[in-house]
């Protein structure tokens, strides 16, 4: 089954808002663009973090849909990103992952408008993502403020459960499935809280952890940020997986880059620090609201079925260099 068979197993929608898509072989895509409204771009791919390929797909397009929700806008149209081993892995591998892509794409309301694949020796798999946002209103890095209240929406411990599946741990199955959990779903309603709310500072934390985003937030908007570490919810068995040491690479890399302008207290353990520096994978939103109104949004959330823990407050930049205090 070559790439275009496998394309033809896909349904695609129809959708008014594509004049040329997939079909014909057409050199591009052609969309309508609504009015009074800004574009938002990104694009983002992973090799696999799950073994089953129609979970990888569905959690590498969520990964990728998440920046577009972190800053306030609607997905609108995506294109597959595709590195694929055809010498060594069966066409059936990369027809799930597109499928499990597709489902996502589907699920945020987006549509599939084509891609692009290429013959590699490592499998990777993500989404170019074009989104929809109101220019006079979005999240970014720089809209921290002093006094405001920061509120994550998913747990912590992607990469120490990839490591341990990859490192075929015992238990991996259970770790797959916590990892497809939280990973493959989508930040849609977190995304939609920045507009309801009219936030101006979010973002979703992926490789660089909760610490390393939150560092990078902190410098943007000239503020300091002090994590509530004993608060930080962490997925199940990482805290045990990381005393093992089954923590990524990536992890350790995040810490050392970001220890300049970090203060650690002598009352938080060495795991903690750890795994809030443990570099994830389509994790959750971070959101900063004032903290009058964090109960407001913390309900609204969980109304809707989202985690919503207070982990960090805003305070003003320390004179000594110093952006991130756990």
Request: glycine residues 10%.
């Amino acid at each position: 089954m070559d790439l275009e068979d496998i394309l033809g197993t896909l349904t695609v929608q129809r959708d008014s808002r594509v004049l040329v898509g997939l079909g014909n072989s057409e050199d591009a895509a052609i969309v309508r663009f609504p009015e009074r409204k800004a574009l938002v771009q990104t694009i983002d791919f992973l090799t696999p973090i799950v073994n089953d390929p129609f979970r990888f797909g569905q959690i590498a397009a969520a990964n990728a849909l998440s920046d577009v929700y972190a800053m306030g806008g609607t997905p609108f149209v995506a294109m597959n990103i595709v590195c694929f081993p055809a010498k060594t892995l069966d066409s059936n591998i990369l027809k799930e992952i597109l499928r499990g892509g597709l489902s996502k794409i589907d699920e945020a309301g987006a549509v599939l408008v084509g891609g692009h694949s290429v013959q590699d020796d490592e499998l990777k798999y993500g989404l170019s993502v074009s989104g929809t946002i109101d220019p006079e209103g979005y999240a970014s890095n720089a809209g921290l403020r002093p006094g405001d209240q920061l509120i994550l929406t998913k747990p912590i411990g992607t990469g120490v459960l990839a490591t341990a599946v990859k490192a075929e741990w015992a238990g991996s199955s259970e770790f797959e499935n916590e990892i497809w959990r939280w990973g493959s779903h989508l930040n849609r309603i977190p995304g939609e809280a920045i507009q309801v709310f009219g936030l101006a500072a979010a973002t979703d934390i992926t490789g660089f952890g909760l610490g390393g985003h939150l560092l990078e937030m902190a410098k943007a908007s000239r503020c300091s940020v002090h994590i509530f570490a004993e608060s930080v919810p962490f997925m199940p068995e990482v805290r045990n997986l990381a005393s093992m040491g089954l923590v990524p690479a990536g992890s350790f890399a995040n810490k050392r880059f970001c220890h300049r302008a970090v203060q650690i207290s002598p009352s938080v353990d060495p795991i903690t620090v750890d795994l809030i520096f443990d570099a994830q994978t389509s994790g959750g939103m971070l959101l900063a609201i004032d903290a009058k109104r964090v109960g407001q949004l913390q309900d609204w959330l969980k109304n809707q079925g989202e985690m919503a823990i207070v982990v960090g407050e805003v305070v003003p930049k320390r004179a000594d260099g110093v952006f991130l205090v756990l």
